[in-house]
């Protein structure tokens, strides 16, 4: 799997967009960009993925650049709820049975 | 509510004494999959399992064991806990092989003494 990095942290005005990058920069054709969240102590959470093309979801929008080495995870209208650690995954859709890897992540912490 | 569940949710326990943590999941998952949680370390697979009575090692599967008779059940146990395997445990499951949309469960924290 490709090697990702992410700020350690960040902050974000409640209401306001949370735009979270993550560079990605020896992806591989095949690999595929996903995002993650961890919730203090909770279970992580997946949000969104894509390989190519913007995707967005009910919760996210997914910005991949057109070569693909950097990403933006961007949470429209943050809410405190979205304090969490973000982890940006990139692997091979269905990429055997090795569990995923999660860095360090960044903690994106919302102020009210 | 499609979910993963995993009890007991806390558990503090001596070393030596036998412990089973079990997992279930209501998706009609196949693939199954163990994590623990460590300060700095992240999360690092377990055991995971493909289907029914298909189970294989992950990175750190020393003093574990699980079993999968069912599709939905996934335990995990540890036979003889020590310290070291103070931690805070994932269950996930997901519908495809090695599947990237991954479910979590809540989560368990083990405290052995």
């Known amino acids: 799997d490709a090697k990702t990095t992410q700020p350690t942290s960040m902050d974000c005005a409640e209401g306001r967009a949370a735009n979270l990058p993550c560079n990605h920069s020896?992806?591989?054709?095949?690999?595929?960009v996903y995002w993650y969240r961890q919730i203090h102590s909770q279970g992580p959470q997946y949000i969104i993925h894509?390989?190519?093309n913007n995707e967005t979801n009910e919760m996210a929008s997914l910005i991949i650049t057109e070569d693909r080495k950097s990403s933006t995870l961007i949470l429209p209208h943050a809410t405190l709820r979205d304090t969490a650690v973000y982890y940006c995954?990139?692997?091979?859709?269905?990429?055997?049975?090795?569990?995923?890897?999660f860095g360090k992540g960044t903690h994106l912490i919302i102020q009210p | 509510e499609a979910q993963v569940t995993q009890n007991p949710r806390y558990l503090i326990t001596v070393t030596g004494k036998k412990l089973t943590v079990t997992c279930s999941q209501n998706m009609n998952h196949e693939y199954m999959s163990w994590y623990r949680q460590d300060p700095g370390l992240g999360l690092r697979q377990i055991y995971y399992?493909?289907?029914?009575?298909?189970?294989d090692k992950g990175d750190v599967p020393e003093g574990y064991k699980v079993s999968r008779k069912e599709k939905r059940n996934f335990p995990l146990i540890l036979e003889s806990p020590s310290p070291n395997q103070t931690s805070l445990y994932f269950c996930?499951?997901?519908?495809?092989?090695?599947?990237?949309?991954?479910?979590f469960g809540p989560g368990t924290r083990l405290t052995v003494l």
């Open positions: 996930a499951s997901s519908f495809a092989t090695g599947g990237d949309t991954q479910y």
């Open positions: 894509g390989l190519k």
């Open positions: 995954i990139v692997r091979v859709a269905g990429g055997g049975a090795d569990g995923l890897t």
């Open positions: 399992s493909m289907n029914v009575e298909v189970t």
């Open positions: 020896t992806i591989s054709g095949n690999e595929y």
